[in-house]
């Protein structure tokens, strides 16, 4: 999950003298955020600061982050001709602050790696189809359900935006990308199987040449599991809302799983978090690949340290195992 964030106290004081959009677009504060949580918590990898939203801008989306509320469109798609209208990126143009910000981090790091970030297309279509945040994504469904020409075209210019800018940030190091598909669980599986399913086997497969680890996480997807593992990611970000021993058997043995402690637990302190921790990774130690994780991201009343004890407690449990 990204990981930094307002638990941190020296993130809290950036943002007094600085927008959100403002850090994801310079590529020194950029890389700060990036790296923090690697410095203060010892996590094991980096995922870019950045918003989904970023790479909208150059395709012609007008947008601003409103505070505590998200993404607001200016003209939310409605067409075939709004779509029409959305442009190609050109990352190394139009989006050259993040492949700096990359370089930098990467720089920074040294050994380790730093996971690229994007937002999943039905995401991005429902805010671009919305005009903003939505509880019941009501004109994002009914354009999918009636005007399939439309949908089509949008999902496919928002998959070749994608893969352009996750094949970017690999070029300037990135190790690892992850796609959130933060918003899909609001579809049944049908739709899912219909709407997004063809859209994002063809992101992972024009991926798949990169050779860099390919995520895919969503909010809310246990109904999808076994559809998303059809997308053919490397690793499958799971939710606290499904056991990890009942993603395994669902999905099966070819996709490693990512999570999924519900970040709220983390809030009740180390004491209420040791065992459930303990209890995932001798879960997962005989598993083919597993990455521990929240199972979304951090909550900004986090205390740090108990974040720092949960990374220790995996390392430790890991090196029991006989794993870094």
Same mark, same amino acid.
């Given at each position: 999950?990204r ?16 927008g959100f ?16 949580? *690697?410095?203060?918590l ?12 970023v ?5 012609? #989306?007008?947008?601003?982050? &409103?505070?505590s509320?998200?993404?607001i ?9 709004? #779509? ?8 190394? &143009?139009?989006? @050259?602050?993040v492949?700096r910000?990359?370089?930098l ?8 790696p ?26 994002? &469904?009914?354009l ?5 020409? !439309?949908?089509d075209?949008?999902?496919? %210019?928002? *998959? ?16 690892? #990308?992850?796609?959130f598909d933060?918003? !899909? ?12 399913l ?14 860099a ?7 809310g997807?246990? @109904?999808?599991?076994?559809l998303?593992?059809?997308? %053919?990611?490397?690793?499958?970000? !799971? ?5 990890l ?6 999905i099966? =043995? ?9 970040? *709220? ?13 303990? =209890?995932?990774?001798?879960?997962? &130690? ?11 991201? #951090?909550?900004p ?9 949960i990374v220790?407690? *995996? ?6 195992e006989? %794993?870094?």
């Amino acid at each position: 999950m990204r990981q930094a964030g307002r638990y941190q106290l020296r993130y809290r004081a950036l943002r007094k003298d600085h927008g959100f959009m403002e850090l994801a677009t310079n590529p020194d504060l950029c890389a700060d955020v990036t790296c923090w949580p *690697v410095e203060d918590l010892g996590v094991d990898a980096a995922i870019l600061f950045s918003d989904i939203m970023v790479p909208l801008g150059p395709m012609g #989306v007008d947008f601003h982050i &409103k505070e505590s509320v998200g993404p607001i469109i200016a003209n939310p798609i409605r067409s075939l001709s709004d #779509v029409q209208r959305l442009l190609p990126i050109d990352p190394a &143009k139009d989006l @050259s602050y993040v492949l700096r910000a990359v370089e930098l981090i990467t720089r920074r790091l040294g050994s380790t790696p730093l996971i690229g970030f994007a937002g999943g297309p039905f995401t991005l279509a429902s805010y671009m189809v919305e005009g903003g945040p939505s509880r019941n994504y009501m004109h994002t &469904k009914r354009l999918m359900w009636t005007e399939p020409v !439309v949908w089509d075209a949008l999902m496919n %210019k928002l *998959v070749d935006m994608v893969v352009v800018h996750l094949k970017a940030q690999i070029d300037a190091g990135a190790q690892a #990308v992850q796609v959130f598909d933060s918003w !899909v669980g609001a579809l049944a599986p049908d739709d899912f199987a219909q709407f997004v399913l063809p859209y994002m086997r063809r992101l992972f497969l024009a991926l798949e040449s990169q050779k860099a680890p390919r995520i895919y996480f969503g909010v809310g997807t246990g @109904s999808l599991l076994e559809l998303m593992a059809q997308a %053919k990611p490397d690793v499958l970000g !799971v939710d606290w809302r499904v056991p990890l021993t009942e993603a395994r058997r669902r999905i099966g =043995q070819g996709i490693a799983l990512q999570g999924n402690l519900d970040p *709220v637990r983390a809030l009740a302190g180390y004491d209420a978090v040791k065992d459930t921790v303990g =209890q995932m990774v001798a879960t997962m &130690k005989n598993q083919p690949g597993y990455i521990f994780n929240l199972g979304h991201g #951090v909550l900004p009343q986090t205390d740090p340290l108990v974040l720092r004890q949960i990374v220790t407690l *995996v390392h430790q449990a890991g090196q029991q195992e006989g %794993k870094a």
